[in-house]
């Protein structure tokens, strides 16, 4: 039996693509030719001219690049209670966020994941690590196959006490736990689901668990993630505890090589930066988070640094009840203007490096650049198309320093991901997007009655 032919798609007229290719080419006046999930052809519109396609999409005014990548973004809780903690909850805040978890039911889950989804996709990023926090995965496989995005996911673990809150396992059922995760979920709905191993971090798990981590991510052959080097604070507790720092102890173990992406890397030094290095390991930092949380990211967080040594970097959000916002833009945005402060050196991170954080380095930081991260032919077809006609795309002239310092995911018109337009004319395609903010409106209220956790305004509510 023939196989049914693939649909094709041709975005035609487009004003500049930002390829992020090796040559790292800007097409002006381009085509983008789609078959099926990837892209076939890219080039002028004069040369592709006379390829036919089904649909044919007019992109005359608008700026073509990849779909995003968000190497850290915790997704299934955090849009039910966005904006409800103080900004100097301090300590109280990460054992909070777990006690209003724990209240949700997996259908409340699986809702407030849409939502986080749906934001993400529909400001641009198509691919994104959930680093463990999801609890009913089973139950939330629904929201990904109805938004169409591209998900690594897995499930959190420790096997030491700790504050947090996050539940704490015997090593061997920690172990048992990620090995399953990873054969259930890696490669589900049609190889749009990864999964990895996801220890929630080394401050509450055992070198055992680490390394036995690793040892399941190579024999699967997949990755594994965790929380790193919170703070220049945690990693001087970490040394006074250990002996040595965070990095060389992962290093010591056996727990740090080129499947592992370090998240956060706050507090890191240069000779962390080394260790990084020749292990080949990646990191994701979180620009907006840092910020927020007052950890002196420019001086603690060595962005420059790695990408010197050759370490491939993600940037992420972490959560949106931490930074508040996921959008990967304004990460974007941070980590072109943050270092240029903090170092009183304008030429630190430049709006093109700061583009490629965004695409294919960080798809390289999450082992995906073969498929992910540029516009090529060959690779999947994730690309985000925004509309210039509006005052902070203007005046065009320089289509990069415009989209990483001028612009942010309001200006986004359609995202592609794996050739499925999901959102076109800035609304997505795939949900009732007011019915499901107001859902999660509700569970918000409901869970954090359930839970006994409030927090009230410090400006009087009358």
Excluded at 34 to 47: H, L, N
Excluded at 188 to 198: D, E, Q
Excluded at 387 to 392: F, G, Q, V
Excluded at 444 to 454: D, E, K, M
């Amino acid at each position: 039996m023939t196989a049914p032919r693939a649909v094709s798609t041709k975005i035609d007229n487009i004003a500049y693509a930002l390829t992020l290719d090796p040559e790292r080419r800007i097409v002006a006046d381009a085509a983008i030719l789609i078959e099926g999930d990837s892209i076939a052809a890219v080039g002028k519109s004069r040369d592709l001219r006379d390829v036919a396609a089904d649909e044919t999409v007019d992109a005359r005014h608008f700026v073509a690049t990849p779909g995003f990548v968000s190497g850290h973004m915790h997704i299934s809780y955090a849009h039910a209670v966005r904006g409800v903690f103080p900004d100097d909850l301090g300590p109280a805040y990460l054992p909070s966020v777990f006690r209003l978890q724990a209240a949700m039911t997996p259908e409340e889950e699986r809702l407030t994941s849409l939502l986080a989804v749906t934001e993400l996709l529909k400001y641009g990023t198509t691919t994104f690590v959930d680093p463990g926090s999801t609890k009913h995965v089973e139950t939330c496989l629904d929201a990904y196959q109805q938004a169409g995005c591209r998900i690594v996911t897995g499930s959190h673990v420790a096997d030491m006490p700790n504050a947090l809150g996050v539940p704490v396992y015997e090593t061997s059922e920690a172990l048992a736990l990620t090995r399953a995760a990873i054969e259930r979920f890696d490669g589900a709905l049609g190889g749009m689901v990864s999964a990895w191993a996801m220890p929630f971090s080394p401050d509450c798990a055992s070198a055992d668990l680490l390394r036995g981590a690793s040892e399941i991510a190579r024999d699967l052959g997949s990755r594994v993630t965790f929380h790193h080097s919170y703070s220049e604070d945690a990693r001087t507790r970490w040394i006074e505890r250990e002996g040595r720092a965070p990095t060389a102890y992962l290093e010591s173990i056996g727990a740090l090589d080129e499947r592992t992406l370090l998240a956060h890397a706050l507090g890191i030094s240069e000779d962390d930066v080394s260790i990084i290095a020749q292990s080949g390991a990646s990191a994701a930092m979180c620009p907006s988070a840092a910020a927020k949380s007052g950890a002196g990211m420019t001086r603690s967080a060595l962005l420059p640094e790695l990408l010197e040594a050759g370490v491939p970097v993600s940037l992420g959000t972490d959560a949106a009840n931490n930074s508040n916002l996921i959008e990967t833009m304004r990460s974007m945005y941070l980590a072109a203007i943050l270092y240029k402060d903090g170092r009183q050196d304008v030429s630190m991170i430049p709006a093109e490096t700061a583009l490629e954080l965004a695409t294919i380095t960080g798809a390289s930081a999450l082992g995906m650049a073969d498929r992910i991260g540029s516009i090529e032919p060959g690779k999947l077809a994730d690309i985000v198309l925004f509309d210039t006609r509006r005052p902070e795309w203007r005046s065009l002239l320089d289509p990069v320093n415009n989209l990483v310092y001028s612009a942010d995911g309001r200006s986004v018109h359609t995202v592609i991901v794996s050739g499925r337009t999901v959102v076109r004319n800035h609304q997505p395609t795939f949900v009732d997007e007011w019915d499901l903010i107001q859902r999660v409106q509700e569970i918000g209220q409901r869970i954090l009655h359930r839970a006994g956790v409030s927090f009230p305004s410090r400006w009087p509510l009358v």
